[in-house]
Structures are given as C-alpha cells and as structure tokens.
C-alpha cells in the first residue's frame, strides 16, 4: 500500500517487526520520540513528519473500504448511575470542578431522556428508551444521585432519588416475600419465575445496590422503614456471604453500612465558598465509606425529608458550618476544618 521505501520506514517508525509485538500480531505503538528516530534513519523529523502524516491518511483510506467493527453505543442506566457515583465522588476528593459539570451533565440527561412519566427506562440509543429499568439500574441511579446532592448541595437531586427509590420499591418488592426484590418489574411481561440474582461480580446487583440506598436514604430521612427493608434483605442473603464472600462484596459493604455508626454530616454553607469548600477537603481528606452528607446553602428552606437531619441548622457566626452527627445525636457545630479533622476521628 505504502512502497517499499515509505512502508519500510512506516513499519519502522511504529516497531512493526517480522515477529510481531504480541502473540504473533504487531500492535502500533511508537517506541521512541520522532527526533531520535529521525537520527536513527538519517532523515529530518520534518520530514519523516511528512512521510507519517501521508501514510497515515493512506492507511486509513485503505481501511474504510474494508467493514467497520461493531460498535455498542447504547446507553444503559445501570452504568451511568455507576458512573455518575464515581464522577461525584472524584469530585469531592480530588476538587475537581470538571467532574462536577460532568455528573450534573450526565444526571440531567438520565433524568430527561431516560425517565417517561416517571418510569426510569433501562438503555437509550438513537433517540429511543424502549426497555423499562430493571432494579440494578434503579438502585444504580439511586446511589449515584445522593452522591450528587452531596457533590453540589441542590436538593433537587435529593428529591429524584428519593422518588425513585420509593418507585423501586413499589416496582421490584413482593408483598407476599418480605425483603425480596426482584430484577424485573411488572413491565417487564409475565413471566414464568421472576428473575432475582444475588451476586455482586463486575459491578453492584440490584439487590445489594438498592439495600446500599435505602440505609443511605434511612441515614439521612430518619425514616427506619428504609433500614428495616434493607436489614430484611441482608437477613436472607446471609448465608450467601458467609459461603461465597467473593460473590458478595457489596452486600458486605452494605452490611458494614448497616451495623455501623456512619457519619452523618450537614454541611451548610455557599457550595462556592472557598472555606466551604475547605470543610469539604477535611470530609473528603480521608476515606468514610459510610458517611452521609446533606448540602443546605444558606437562604435555602430545610427540604421536607431532611427535616430530622437538617432542621435548624445554621451557619456559625457567618461562617460554612458542618454539624457531625452518628444516628441522630450531634457533636457541637465545626467551622475550622483542624476542628472538623479531631470531631472525625473520635
């Protein structure tokens, strides 16, 4: 395709030898700068810049005549709400504002693309949702939505989780089953035995990953119906994670969740606000698996179901305050974040 010269220097340029670089195929890569390997063949880097860039445009000519792979482009719930969990959190740690427009980026998509008439759909591609949501991608959402509110503090977010998470429960739980819910919901067909797989592997089930959101949203509600739903399903996968613990890395986690005092946190303060943001870095300083965080900006009402967590909770001499609670009972308000570094580790 090239010549002998061009194809020689080409092959040569991306370390494509006679024995391949790996079993038995050359994969492309470009083994040394264009300078060096410029002294190498005796040529200027200007023009072996030249030789690459024709070659390059060639190759690919030569390329498009031959099929396409295959590509998935579809949009699937349960993967973004996972992601959106990661974007938020990496967020808070690492301070980075980029990550943060791009978890409200991707939330405001799923919620105004992937939700009809309240039904959260499971993938999206080319325009269309066909497929309602299955648990995992309930519970996903769930999860990486509280994420969010604590990665900008608009109880927006805290609303669609918690309906929801509400509308999981109706959907995927059995009246008749205490604690049991399934992957499939009801528009999902009949079916002849409903689909129900309690292991977590590549990624989170829909069971552990929903009982993981309800104690999250218990935490910050005080409403007990939420842990005690999400204690009854720990209860029949018991088993299960003595026998297979490898099978059952997130309910562990959620199990852990579940018999811990998690640090309940009310942050209040401008999102903005450099010395909020400081309080944040202190939180986010260390790793808390089980914390919870609700946002409240000042001038913004206490959100109805917060109420037991939030309510008349105020900024500290005008200051970002974080009051630190564990099952409701509170240390006295922190403004400085050394102070907030001590009150996290009693």
């Not at 220097?9 to 040394?32: D, K, M, W």
């Not at 967020?91 to 939330?107: I, L, M, P």
């Not at 759909?121 to 949501?133: E, T």
């Not at 939180?283 to 967590?309: A, C, R, S």
Request: glycine share 10%.
């Amino acid at each position: 395709m090239l010549g002998e010269e061009n194809g020689s220097l080409v092959s040569r340029y991306f370390g494509i030898g006679s024995g391949g670089s790996f079993e038995g195929s050359a994969v492309l890569h470009v083994p040394t700068d264009s300078a060096r390997f410029a002294a190498e063949v005796g040529l200027d880097p200007a023009g072996i810049e030249s030789v690459i860039a024709r070659s390059r445009l060639k190759l690919l000519q030569a390329r498009e005549r031959r099929p396409s792979p295959p590509r998935d482009d579809k949009i699937l719930a349960s993967w973004n709400g996972l992601m959106l969990q990661a974007l938020a959190e990496a967020s808070g740690v690492f301070g980075r504002e980029d990550y943060r427009r791009a978890a409200v980026a991707n939330a405001s998509f799923l919620v105004s693309e992937m939700m009809k008439a309240d039904v959260l759909m499971h993938s999206y591609k080319d325009g269309m949702s066909g497929i309602p949501g299955y648990l995992d991608d309930h519970a996903s959402m769930v999860r990486g939505l509280l994420c969010l509110h604590e990665a900008t503090f608009e109880q927006h977010w805290l609303q669609v989780a918690f309906d929801l998470a509400d509308a999981m429960v109706r959907r995927f739980g059995d009246e008749n089953r205490p604690g049991v819910l399934y992957d499939t919901g009801p528009d999902h067909g009949t079916l002849f035995a409903h689909p129900r797989d309690t292991s977590d592997s590549v990624k989170p089930c829909g069971g552990s990953a929903a009982a993981d959101a309800l104690l999250r949203i218990s935490r910050i509600t005080g409403d007990s119906s939420y842990e005690k739903l999400a204690g009854t399903m720990l209860g029949l996968v018991g088993d299960q994670m003595v026998a297979h613990p490898l099978a059952s890395g997130n309910w562990l986690c959620s199990l852990d969740l579940h018999l811990s005092e998690p640090e309940e946190m009310v942050v209040v303060g401008s999102r903005d606000d450099p010395d909020t943001g400081a309080l944040l870095t202190a939180i986010h300083g260390q790793y808390w698996p089980n914390k919870v965080i609700v946002g409240l900006q000042p001038g913004d009402p206490v959100f109805p179901l917060t109420e037991k967590l939030a309510k008349d909770r105020n900024t500290i001499g005008g200051r970002p305050t974080v009051y630190l609670c564990r099952r409701h009972t509170c240390h006295s308000p922190a403004t400085d974040p050394d102070q907030l570094r001590r009150l996290l580790q009693n």
